[in-house]
């Protein structure tokens, strides 16, 4: 589809131009949401891969729980993630939750978003009121209008809430930005509603951080275990997991044996 076409299409299926574009660059498709950043990006010669480094580090999610059965997804955007998951976690059922009933008609027509099945529902509305007690092992959480995350995404109702909605083993995954002022804010919240296990995992290219909030977790993880799941995830599923165990260090307490999920200050 040429780009002439892309713009055509958002103008009459989402109605305000500009707020919402797809464009097309070196063999991506992109789309952008309230302004110039890039929300999403799509391969054109492989729909289904995770064409952005953030959202392959949010697949890091698997170093803490490789086998979900009940995915909550909170933000659609073109619908890389989704796509990914169900071609690849074939015992996982996604459930995923978007605002902007444009984003899932663009996410449909232009990103090879799959109809919905038995293991994939797509739903608008509010993600905030999405969540319910133990509706989920694993949250993930990818929320943006341009640059910025809602407000009622980061708040302490909502962290307090997806504690809740996960079960006994449960990980929140949430994708923020390196340079956001109320970062350090927003990862104090985290911590307060999940007992301090809270993880953070710079992502390799990108300037994002992504959060690992953890349910039910033991107080530490041996980097001896780390390594040999993401030997296990890597060959499965062809991402860097033995990068992402090293890039833990960086913004973690830890041991040389060690990871520390919940710090001695918070037990």
């Known amino acids: 589809m040429s780009r002439g076409a892309l713009r055509r299409f958002a103008r009459r299926a989402l109605g305000r131009a500009p ?3 797809v464009s097309e660059a070196r063999g ?7 302004g110039e950043a890039v929300q999403s990006a799509m391969r054109l010669d492989d729909p289904d891969a995770l064409a952005l480094d953030y959202t392959r580090c949010m697949m890091a999610f698997l170093l803490f729980h490789p086998a979900p059965r009940e995915i909550l997804m909170i933000g659609l955007g073109g619908g890389s993630l989704a796509k990914f998951v169900h071609r690849h976690l074939r015992g996982a059922r996604t459930r995923v939750v978007e605002l902007d009933e444009r984003i899932v008609a663009v996410a449909r027509s232009l990103f090879h978003l799959p109809p919905d099945d038995a293991r994939l529902a797509i739903e608008v509305g509010d993600g905030a009121e999405a969540l319910a007690p133990e509706c989920a092992d694993v949250l993930v959480v990818d929320g943006f209008d341009d640059e910025s995350v809602p407000g009622a995404l980061v708040s302490q109702p ?5 504690w809740a909605a996960l079960a006994e083993r449960g990980v929140l995954v949430m994708n923020l930005m390196s340079d956001d002022p109320q970062l350090d804010r927003v990862l104090q919240r985290m ?3 999940f007992g301090g296990a809270v993880l953070c995992l710079p992502a ?5 951080v992504i959060a690992f909030a953890l349910k039910g977790a033991p107080r530490a993880l041996a980097w001896s275990a780390l390594r040999s799941a993401a030997e296990r995830l890597q060959s499965r599923y062809g991402l860097p997991f033995g990068r992402y165990v090293n890039a833990l260090r960086r913004m973690n307490p830890c041991t040389a044996a060690e990871l520390v999920v919940v710090p001695e200050a918070a037990r």
Do not use: Q
């Open 204 to 208: 390799l290219s990108d300037p994002n």
């Open 19 to 21: 707020a919402l574009t």
């Open 191 to 193: 911590e307060h509603s």
């Open 158 to 162: 909502f962290f307090d809430a997806a």
């Open 28 to 34: 991506l498709r992109l789309l952008h949401v309230g």
